[in-house]
């Protein structure tokens, strides 16, 4: 598991639980709280990350990367 430190927010990538050779990203706010997750799982690390920087990029002003 890895996470992506923002100014407000993190990406967290985690294993599916349907299959743990599949990921998806979460985005939680500073205190912790989820604020969104992906729709699907992906394939690599990877591709969760990237997906899940993009979404934030899209819908947080400070959505860059630390």
Known sequence: MTTEITRSH?????PCLDD??????IIRSRGGAVVEHSPYAFVTQNGARIS??????EHFCDGQVA
């Open 10 to 14: 993190t990406v967290e990538i985690v």
């Open 20 to 25: 743990p050779r599949c990921f998806r990203w």
């Open 52 to 57: 899940g920087e993009c979404w934030m990029r």
